[in-house]
């Protein structure tokens, strides 16, 4: 099957809406865009789909009410005009979903939350009950509490992980751009790419930076595609019906690897970053990413950071690469005196709660297949 006929088929779908899509030059919604939106969402869980949407816009239609006339750039007037933007925007989803008698449910997400197991273990629940109750959930990045450091900006990564999130079939990246194209299609001489199937595929393709509204330009949805792991179609708004149906709109991202990856995995990989780093020996390396085993402390030869037990961390080869990532066992300050030493002989000295592995196997991803 190909996968313009997966996305015929799917039975879950996350389909992204960029703020261009969404809003008005005057930094208000754009009523009719997003009702013709909701027209395309509702007849596509008519005929049988489940839909989470991820929406932005709430910056850009927070700035007319206040009288902005471009996007600021300092955080705290973003971080305003989003609170302004996304009651405006979700009043309208509330409004427009009611045509169809299809009740919408809001879900506001940082960084951290999709970094903290914990948080994250929460957001998924919430969003199946959601699902399970036949909500339609409207997700966009919690821009009030987001800081600069952790932050998505682009909601097209948030994406993303929200396809991971709800183990969805496809997602649907709608911007104002109809595919990606050889260059930004503003220069002349561009040409479409209709279908992406591996990153040769991208050799030489210019990746540019975002249009009026937008965040993160091309190089957040080729980057969204690659960690989705599913087919992922890029088109614009007035394509999105034709999207959604799995229509040949708009540019089709092949996913590159045909096995699903545990959530668990797809968390480790994509939503966190390494609070530190255990550096490890060839054996160890060949251990862990050839033969899928745990990291022992006797494989491991340093460490960097103060990460504490429970967190992630990137366990590097001797020349310094990520090979994967994974939870540590133990606080950063306990390895030093672990490292080098057997599991038997660290049991004997310091009793068997040391002979725990530093990263188990089932809490470990393989990073250097990217
Ligand atoms: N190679 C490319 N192909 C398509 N569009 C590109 C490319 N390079 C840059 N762009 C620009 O990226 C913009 C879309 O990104 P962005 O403004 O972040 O959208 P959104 O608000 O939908 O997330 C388009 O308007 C386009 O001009
Ligand atoms: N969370 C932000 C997203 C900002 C943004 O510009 O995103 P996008 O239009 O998807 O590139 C908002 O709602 O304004």
Redesign the pocket.
């Known amino acids: 099957m190909t996968e313009r006929a997966e996305i015929a088929k799917a039975r879950r779908i996350v389909v992204k809406?960029?703020?261009?899509?969404l809003t008005t030059p005057r930094g208000t919604i754009d009523a009719a865009r997003i009702d013709a939106l909701v027209d395309v969402l509702a007849a596509r869980r008519d005929a049988g789909a489940e839909i989470v949407f991820v929406s932005?816009g709430a910056i850009a239609a927070g700035l007319g009410p206040l009288g902005l006339t471009r996007r600021p750039s300092d955080l705290a007037t973003q971080q305003a005009a989003a609170s302004v933007g996304q009651g405006a925007l979700f009043a309208r989803y509330t409004s427009s979903f009611a045509r169809y008698d299809v009740t919408v449910g809001q879900v506001l997400l940082t960084a951290d939350d999709m970094m903290r197991r914990s948080h994250h273990r929460n957001a998924q629940r919430t969003l199946a009950q959601l699902l399970a109750l036949g909500v339609l959930p409207i997700v966009n990045e919690n821009d009030t509490v987001a800081t600069d450091e952790i932050r998505f900006g682009?909601?097209?990564r948030l994406a993303a992980l929200v396809a991971h999130l709800t183990r969805a079939d496809a997602l649907v990246?709608?911007?104002?751009?109809d595919?990606?194209?050889?260059?930004?299609?503003?220069k002349p001489g561009?040409r479409r790419i209709a279908d992406v199937r591996s990153p040769a595929d991208l050799d030489g393709?210019?990746?540019?930076?975002?249009?009026?509204?937008?965040?993160?330009?091309?190089v957040?949805?080729v980057e969204a595609a690659r960690i989705a792991g599913i087919p992922v179609v890029l088109t614009n708004a007035a394509s999105a019906a034709r999207a959604v149906t799995g229509e040949p709109v708009g540019t089709l991202f092949h996913p590159v690897d045909d096995r699903r990856r545990p959530t668990r995995h797809l968390w480790l990989a994509h939503a966190t970053t390494g609070q530190g780093r255990v550096l490890l020996d060839q054996g160890a390396v060949d251990a862990v990413v050839q033969r899928g085993k745990s990291l022992l402390p006797a494989g491991v030869t340093g460490v960097d950071g103060d990460f504490a037990a429970g967190d992630p961390v990137d366990l590097c080869g001797a020349d310094g690469r990520v090979v994967a990532r994974g939870l540590a066992n133990y606080d950063a300050s306990e390895i030093p005196d672990l490292m080098g030493r057997s599991t038997r002989w660290l049991s004997r000295e310091l009793g068997p709660e040391y002979e725990r592995e530093i990263v188990h196997r089932d809490h470990l991803v393989v990073l250097t297949e990217r």
């Open positions: 809406a960029g703020s261009s899509s932005s682009d909601n097209d990246l709608l911007s104002d751009v595919a990606l194209y050889t260059g930004d299609p503003r561009t393709v210019e990746l540019g930076g975002s249009g009026r509204v937008g965040t993160g330009g091309m957040t949805k």
